[in-house]
């Protein structure tokens, strides 16, 4: 195998403490500046145009994937303003799901029409092999032109790093910027977890203990529905953080050391996911439901619990008010908790953009100041929140500033776990769905991530 350039998994604490604090860090990026010509042959350095005033008649293509209501309220907000402001220009907004974008995106982004600035999901499937298609360009210019490198810290800019041949993440030129912090929890009922006699649960133990007592209840232990796919990498992903700890979790995404993901911790995860489904926690048909089916199921009070995203919070805090909460798992007591989470996708320029510099500076209002304080006001997590983002106490918005915080700051924040191979998205989910459709012993299931896994690391 060939040698491998070293990662630096520990950058998510700081990144992710700058989050939660909206204090930025001073530590200097290990990662080189633009390489002018070596990824698409677009231009990538010279003067950058900041006033799209100035650009005359543009109608500017942006593919996201902002379908989630808070998510999605504060895009059309943003779009409509920016309109407002450069009325030459025309959004034409192209919105898909996570799981229809990974689908459609490349395609997309190689035909005779590309859009000009896509949402990009960071790691190797996605941003890497569209780097190495030569299908975005850096952004460089453009984090140096708005402010970008300075008002986030380097080590969240890393994350949306390549190098030109898209074969080394986290280093290289910089192939986008993301509006949003986001982290896996679990969102619960507070009314029938009170009726159930049970308090919030802070580990895995205690998790379990809360669902097999709503499960004899009666009650269905936990909404989910995994036709979307991605629904299954997140339980499994907070199920294997717990179970395996953080550091073998960080050596297998970002292949350092020699963890396996046929290792004890790995197979004792989808042991538990396995188990879970034998015993009726998932529900039945899950494979078949959507995401937002089981999110609308527990926001009708069907469920007691719901193992999602914080990008949720704009679904059912309107529905549920102030009887949904949101807490994350800890491995014992008195531990601090660990789960999946980092950055929102992020916002990219594409190489063939007839606009790239109008492309930057929308992408700018998304993250700027005002960008950040919209995607609060309407119910998400900004990527540095401000300094004025303080949620009704009470709220599900509290508990997830609260949760993020205690995530982040005690070095709790864990890659997604997509992000390890060109196709680990595709070998994980379907392994996934199997494993909790009885089709995959938990062995066979950690087989097969591994032989990925493997594959990946020998053709280095």
Known sequence: ?????????????????????????GVAACSPGPSDGSATG???????????????????????????????????????????????????????????????LKLALSSAN?????????????????????????????????????????????LNRFTPDGKTWETGNLYGVSQTGEIIGVYYNKAKLKSLGLPVPTTLTGFETALAKAKASGLQPLSYGDADKSPGIHVFGVIQALAAGKSEVRKLVFDEGDAKWTDSGTLKAATTLRRWADKGYLGSGFNGKSKDQAVASFGQGKSLFLLEGTWQSAVLAPKMKKNVGFTALGPAAGQPPLTQGGEGLAWSVTSKSKHPDVAGAYIDFLVNKNGMKAAATHGNLPALPPADHKPTPGTVDADILTRWKAVSEKDGLLPYLDYTTPTFYDTLTAAVQELTAGHLTPKAFTSRLQSDYSSFQNSR
């Open 42 to 104: 677009a231009k990538t350095s010279g003067p950058v145009a900041t006033d799209p005033a100035k650009a005359g008649k543009v109608t500017l293509t942006v593919w996201d994937q902002n379908t989630d209501p808070g998510a999605n309220a504060s895009t059309e907000a943003l779009n409509k303003a920016f309109m407002a402001k450069y009325p030459n220009v025309t959004i034409k907004r192209v919105s898909r799901s996570f799981a229809d974008l990974k689908t459609t």
């Open 1 to 25: 195998m060939a040698e491998r350039t070293p990662r630096h998994p520990r950058r998510r604490l700081i990144a992710a403490a700058a989050l939660a604090t909206g204090v930025l860090t």
């Open 114 to 158: 590309p859009p000009d600035v896509v949402q990009a999901n960071q790691g190797y499937p996605d941003m890497g092999a569209f780097v190495k298609a030569k299908l975005l360009q850096p952004v460089d210019r453009y984090a140096k032109a708005y402010g970008w490198d300075t008002a986030f810290p380097s080590q969240l800019l890393d």
